[in-house]
C-alpha cells in the first residue's frame, strides 16, 4: 500500500499527463523501488540509518523523477513534479500534530522536535516561551535526494514547510532566512509566539496550498 503522500502524488500525475502515462511511469518506478534497499553501515549513528529509511521511503519519487526527465525533458519533468510534490507533502504534513486550545510554543516545540528528528540534525540557538530558534547543521531529507540523484526535489518540499508552519497557527510566525537545500552550510529558523492573535494570520487546515501560495513560493524558489 502507497503512502498517502504518494497516492495524492499520483493523482496529480494522472491530471498532469493523463492515466495511461502516468500509470506507464509509475508502476515501473514503484516495481524498480521495490527491488533497491538502503542500509547504513554499522557504528555510523543514528542520523545514517534515519537517512537510509528516508532513502527507501523516497526512492520511488526519485526513479519517477529520472524517468520522466528521459521522455519529457528536465523542464517538463520540474514543472510535473513541482505539482505533485506540493500535492503530496501538503498531504505529509497533515502528520504533524495541532495544537489544542491553550497551548502554546512550549507545547509546539515538543511537537517539532518529535516530527522532525527523522528529518533533521539541529542545534537549539534559544528556546523560550516566545521564541524558538534553531540551526539545522544536517538536514537528512536533502542529503537523501542528493544520494538518490534529484537534490532539486528538496527545494519543494522546503516549500511546503515554509508554507505549513507560516500558516500553523494565528499567534505564531515563521522565519527562514538561509537553506541547505539552496547551497547554505545549514538552515536558520526563528518561530515566534505572540500573546494576541496577528492581523490577517490564516489559521493552519488540510486544505492544499492556494494557487496564489503556490506561486509565490515557486517566485522565491527561482528568485534565489
Same mark, same amino acid.
Given at each position: 500500500?502507497?503512502? @498517502?503522500?504518494?497516492?495524492?502524488?499520483?493523482?496529480?500525475?494522472?491530471?498532469? #499527463?493523463?492515466?495511461?502515462?502516468?500509470?506507464? #511511469?509509475?508502476?515501473?518506478?514503484?516495481?524498480?523501488?521495490?527491488?533497491?534497499?538502503?542500509?547504513?553501515? !554499522?557504528?555510523?549513528?543514528?542520523?545514517?540509518?534515519?537517512?537510509? =529509511?528516508?532513502?527507501?521511503?523516497?526512492?520511488?519519487?526519485?526513479?519517477?523523477?529520472?524517468?520522466? =526527465?528521459?521522455?519529457?525533458?528536465?523542464?517538463?519533468?520540474?514543472? *510535473?513534479?513541482? =505539482?505533485?510534490?506540493?500535492?503530496?507533502?501538503?498531504?505529509?504534513?497533515?502528520?504533524?500534530?495541532?495544537?489544542?486550545?491553550? !497551548?502554546?510554543?512550549?507545547?509546539?516545540?515538543? *511537537?517539532?522536535?518529535?516530527? !522532525?528528528?527523522?528529518?533533521?540534525?539541529?542545534?537549539? *540557538?534559544?528556546?523560550?516561551?516566545?521564541?524558538?530558534?534553531?540551526?539545522?547543521?544536517?538536514?537528512?531529507?536533502?542529503?537523501?535526494?542528493?544520494?538518490?540523484?534529484?537534490?532539486?526535489?528538496?527545494?519543494?518540499?522546503? =516549500?511546503?514547510?515554509?508554507?505549513?508552519?507560516?500558516?500553523?497557527?494565528?499567534?505564531?510566525?515563521? !522565519?527562514?532566512?538561509?537553506? *541547505?537545500?539552496?547551497?547554505?552550510?545549514?538552515?536558520?529558523?526563528?518561530?515566534?509566539?505572540?500573546?494576541?492573535?496577528?492581523?490577517?494570520?490564516?489559521?493552519?487546515?488540510?486544505?492544499?496550498?492556494? @494557487?496564489?501560495?503556490?506561486?509565490?513560493?515557486?517566485?522565491?524558489?527561482?528568485?534565489?
Amino acid at each position: 500500500m502507497l503512502a @498517502p503522500e504518494y497516492r495524492a502524488g499520483f493523482r496529480v500525475l494522472q491530471e498532469k #499527463i493523463g492515466l495511461w502515462a502516468a500509470l506507464s #511511469i509509475a508502476i515501473p518506478a514503484f516495481f524498480k523501488a521495490l527491488m533497491v534497499k538502503h542500509k547504513a553501515e !554499522e557504528g555510523l549513528g543514528e542520523a545514517e540509518a534515519t537517512k537510509a =529509511d528516508l532513502k527507501n521511503h523516497f526512492q520511488l519519487l526519485a526513479n519517477m523523477y529520472q524517468m520522466l =526527465d528521459k521522455q519529457y525533458g528536465k523542464v517538463r519533468t520540474d514543472e *510535473i513534479m513541482r =505539482d505533485v510534490l506540493l500535492e503530496g507533502g501538503n498531504v505529509f504534513f497533515r502528520g504533524f500534530t495541532q495544537l489544542n486550545p491553550g !497551548e502554546k510554543l512550549g507545547e509546539f516545540v515538543e *511537537i517539532y522536535k518529535k516530527f !522532525e528528528r527523522n528529518n533533521i540534525v539541529f542545534d537549539v *540557538i534559544e528556546e523560550t516561551d516566545k521564541r524558538f530558534e534553531i540551526e539545522i547543521k544536517r538536514c537528512l531529507v536533502f542529503e537523501a535526494f542528493d544520494e538518490l540523484g534529484v537534490p532539486a526535489l528538496t527545494q519543494w518540499m522546503c =516549500d511546503i514547510a515554509f508554507h505549513y508552519f507560516s500558516q500553523y497557527h494565528a499567534q505564531m510566525t515563521y !522565519e527562514k532566512d538561509r537553506m *541547505i537545500a539552496r547551497g547554505a552550510a545549514s538552515c536558520h529558523e526563528v518561530f515566534t509566539w505572540s500573546q494576541v492573535l496577528l492581523p490577517n494570520k490564516r489559521v493552519q487546515s488540510d486544505a492544499a496550498p492556494r @494557487p496564489d501560495i503556490k506561486a509565490k513560493l515557486i517566485m522565491s524558489r527561482e528568485s534565489n
